[in-house]
């Protein structure tokens, strides 16, 4: 019998490197796929449609929040993110995992759903680094950085409160490390626990 996946939640502050972390655990484990988020905002640079996101009007959205589409949403910053609850469902049954990039509040939907799934936020090693980090990028003015900012101890309040695990990221070596010893020891625990189960059930 093959097992079923799990949801792998990443979640952190704007700023904490989660995005690239993100593409570095998956292209490190090959039982990992991305979820890609359905949202109401416009692409950005090289974003494609169906690659980075899937890009719908509010209208759309508002549709597929009737049809019970998604396992988790939300609003960010003005625009609405969610998961395909069809494609999610599929996924898993295959016995992949599936990661989700999204905020706390998305995370904490998925775990009322998922009990077994693994939440997981990353921390900045201070926040004087994280405002660095923020302002490092060149593309906010001092306004936008000072609402990330009150944003990010909002969301790491919650996700300290929350989370399974919490991972600093001082060097992107160590927190991918951590990352994929995580994932690796989430996974073992749930294999063991189905053969486990499947042995004792066929005897």
Request: charged content about 30%; proline content about 2%; hydrophobic content about 40%.
């Amino acid at each position: 019998m093959k097992s079923k996946g799990f949801p792998v939640v990443l979640s952190a502050a704007s700023g904490t490197g989660k995005t690239t972390l993100a593409r570095m655990l998956l292209e490190s484990d090959d039982n990992l796929t991305l979820s890609i988020s359905t949202t109401t905002r416009a692409p950005r640079g090289e974003e494609q449609d169906g690659r980075d996101y899937h890009f719908v009007s509010t209208a759309e959205f508002d549709a597929m929040i009737g049809r019970d589409a998604f396992i988790e949403w939300a609003e960010v910053h003005g625009h609405r993110y969610g998961s395909s609850r069809e494609w999610t469902d599929q996924t898993l049954n295959t016995g992949k995992d599936v990661m989700f990039d999204i905020d706390v509040q998305g995370g904490q939907q998925i775990r009322r759903l998922f009990p077994n799934a693994c939440l997981i936020f990353l921390v900045p090693p201070s926040m004087e680094v994280l405002e660095s980090r923020l302002r490092g990028r060149g593309t906010d003015d001092d306004a936008t950085i000072d609402r990330r900012m009150l944003a990010a101890r909002d969301e790491i309040r919650a996700g300290l409160a929350s989370y399974d695990y919490v991972l600093t990221n001082a060097t992107l070596e160590r927190a991918i490390f951590d990352l994929l010893s995580i994932v690796r020891a989430h996974r073992l625990r749930a294999l063991n626990r189905d053969k486990i189960r499947q042995r004792l059930l066929d005897e």
